[in-house]
């Protein structure tokens, strides 16, 4: 079975796509954990991410792996190394968006994606995994939460990692990856249409989980 999970920054799909996996007895991947990686990759050999043919070749030369515990972490390998911290630091944050717009960054990671699905039953979150990735999924969901929500989730996701932020610096990275996730040309961020719209403003994590699984058992 495939799960779909797609929806903006700070909506929680991430959170809520680990707990599904972990209960079912799924694989989680993470597909935005993918970007992540190659925008670490490129910043740290010091490739500008809008010159697209040189992070496409940067992309193609890239081996990226990705495991669940069984606790349901999961662990980022770049190259063979673990990633699974920095891949989280706002400076990450900042270009990651720039990195995955490019279409054929985006070719790559399909077929990444595509076959780590292959390796059983999956949940995946990101952008467009139930409009592009995976269109024929077994169950499709699209979690969002009202902007000033997702702001203040990433805040206290990022204070609680001991990050050095402000509620300001948030809102404007939130607002550019909204603007540059939505509007892009390749497979833009939008609700596919048998998608399943969850509104997460007024939920925790644990009364999402729970709608979610019960749409899945129908």
Not at 23 to 30: E, L, N
Not at 80 to 89: E, L, M, P
Not at 124 to 147: H, Q, S
């Amino acid at each position: 079975m495939i799960i779909a999970i797609d929806g903006p920054a700070g909506a929680g799909k991430s959170t809520v796509a680990k707990i599904i996996a972990q209960r079912m007895g799924f694989i989680y991947i993470d597909t935005g954990a993918m970007y992540r990686a190659l925008t670490l990759k490129a910043l740290e050999q010091g490739i500008d991410v809008n010159q697209a043919e040189r992070v496409v070749e940067l992309a193609v030369g890239t081996r990226i792996e990705l495991y669940n515990d069984a606790s349901g972490n999961l662990t980022v390998l770049l190259d063979g190394k673990d990633v699974s911290a920095q891949i989280r630091q706002p400076r990450i944050t900042r270009f990651v968006s720039d990195v995955a717009k490019i279409p054929g960054v985006r070719e790559v990671m399909l077929g990444l994606q595509r076959a780590l699905a292959k390796t059983g039953n999956v949940v995946l979150d990101g952008r467009d995994i139930g409009t592009v990735v995976f269109p024929g999924a077994d169950k499709k969901f699209y979690i969002d939460a009202a902007f000033k929500e997702r702001v203040r989730r990433r805040y206290n996701e990022l204070k609680e990692a001991g990050e050095a932020v402000t509620l300001g610096n948030i809102e404007a990275d939130l607002a550019n990856r909204d603007t540059i996730d939505s509007t892009r040309e390749c497979a833009p961020l939008k609700k596919a249409d048998d998608a399943i719209y969850i509104d997460t403003t007024e939920m925790n994590i644990e009364e999402v989980a729970a709608k979610i699984k019960t749409w899945i058992n129908l």
